[in-house]
């Protein structure tokens, strides 16, 4: 299907990619949202914090939204509760899910999440099922992007047909050029962001499990691909970074999607390498929608105004409505 055409246009001082990708985390007020925590207890014994908020009361229920956030981040990041009222308000209840190790308690088994991680969707999106939702839809952001575009083209046919639509921003879909791209040194301070606290992680797990691969000398990685060889790998029974990388990213499997999907790249996103751009794919499936705003950066789109409501929020509302029409008709 289509390369759409954008209609995202930045602030005349946000032109940047870099600049876009700060601006919220430093300047951003927190949007307002109050969360009801769930736990969810998995099979092998680990558990699953999701925040739950449900949709406006003066407005129709549409079904649930599930948000997965991005590396090392948690449901109570800006991005993910500005989607999170916006969603609301538009009649989606949302349950906003924390990764493993990532809502503020760590998690008790010696593995943690990666990129290519989808089982713990799975389950979510079970335990939404459980609750009665006849309609669910996806949002992720970055590594909870990719997470949830590998999770509907893998094994599409264990999708449940409840799980109708998905919209995915800043997505590193090809993990070995995006992984060159955050080795160069104006990425250099971003590789820090996200090392300094998965260090602290890594090292807490040590001294839980003896067999957790050596955490010595940490603070001499600098890179993905050390971080990666030395935890990420073995962790999750990779035998290199590059094979975790290979074996992650969404890219190979975005041809099988089968339910309509938006996917958002801008085009100055610092993170990407131009191989996370799949203009190929998105040709040959007609469900694959991708736009590529010129700004942007990454997990960006800023939209200035009393509001606080990001241009990625509106469009999501807005492709969703679409979802929801579309699927309403289906129904009768």
């Known amino acids: 299907m289509p390369i759409l055409d954008p209609d995202y246009t930045p602030p005349l001082w946000l032109r940047n990619g870099h600049a876009q990708t700060l601006w919220p985390v430093l300047f951003r007020p927190s949007p307002k949202v109050v969360f009801r925590r769930?736990?969810?207890?998995?099979?092998?014994?680990?558990?699953?914090?999701?925040?739950?908020?449900?949709?406006?009361?003066?407005?129709?229920?549409?079904?649930?939204?599930?948000?997965?956030?991005?590396?090392?981040?948690?449901?109570?990041?800006?991005?993910?509760?500005?989607?999170?009222?916006?969603?609301?308000?538009?009649?989606?209840?949302?349950?906003?899910?924390?990764?493993?190790g990532c809502s503020g308690e760590p998690n008790r088994v010696r593995r943690m999440y990666h990129m290519g991680?989808?089982?713990?969707?799975?389950?979510?999106?079970?335990?939404?099922?459980?609750?009665?939702?006849?309609?669910?839809?996806?949002?992720?952001?970055?590594?909870?992007?990719?997470?949830?575009?590998?999770?509907?083209?893998?094994?599409?046919?264990?999708?449940?047909?409840?799980?109708?639509?998905?919209?995915?921003?800043?997505?590193?879909?090809?993990?070995?050029?995006?992984?060159?791209?955050?080795?160069?040194?104006?990425?250099?301070?971003?590789?820090?962001?996200?090392?300094?606290?998965?260090?602290?992680?890594m090292r807490e797990k040590a001294e839980r499990f003896p067999d957790f691969p050596p955490v010595h000398d940490l603070g001499g990685m600098h890179t993905f691909a050390a971080f990666d060889n030395r935890i990420t790998g073995p962790l999750h029974g990779f035998r290199s970074a590059r094979e975790y990388w290979e074996r992650s990213g969404c890219l190979p499997f975005l041809e099988n999607i089968r339910i309509p999907v938006l996917l958002v790249n801008a085009a100055d996103d610092p993170f990407l390498s131009s191989t996370c751009y799949p203009r190929d794919a998105a040709s040959r499936n007609?469900?694959?929608?991708?736009?590529?705003?010129?700004?942007?950066?990454?997990?960006?789109?800023?939209?200035p105004g009393s509001a606080n409501v990001y241009w990625s929020e509106k469009r999501t509302v807005r492709f969703l409505r679409e979802v929801f029409t579309a699927d309403e008709s289906s129904r009768y």
């Open 38 to 100: 769930k736990r969810l207890d998995t099979p092998d014994g680990d558990f699953l914090d999701l925040d739950v908020l449900p949709a406006s009361e003066n407005t129709a229920r549409r079904g649930v939204a599930v948000l997965s956030h991005g590396l090392e981040g948690n449901s109570r990041r800006k991005y993910m509760l500005g989607m999170a009222a916006a969603l609301a308000e538009d009649g989606w209840d949302v349950v906003a899910r924390n990764l493993r």
């Open 117 to 201: 991680e989808t089982e713990d969707l799975h389950a979510v999106i079970l335990w939404c099922l459980e609750r009665g939702y006849g309609r669910i839809v996806l949002v992720g952001f970055s590594l909870g992007g990719n997470q949830l575009l590998k999770y509907l083209g893998e094994a599409p046919e264990r999708v449940p047909p409840q799980v109708c639509g998905a919209a995915a921003f800043s997505v590193p879909c090809d993990l070995v050029g995006a992984a060159r791209v955050m080795d160069r040194p104006a990425c250099a301070v971003y590789m820090e962001y996200f090392l300094r606290t998965l260090r602290a992680k």
């Open 286 to 303: 007609a469900c694959l929608n991708l736009e590529i705003p010129e700004h942007g950066g990454h997990v960006g789109f800023v939209t």
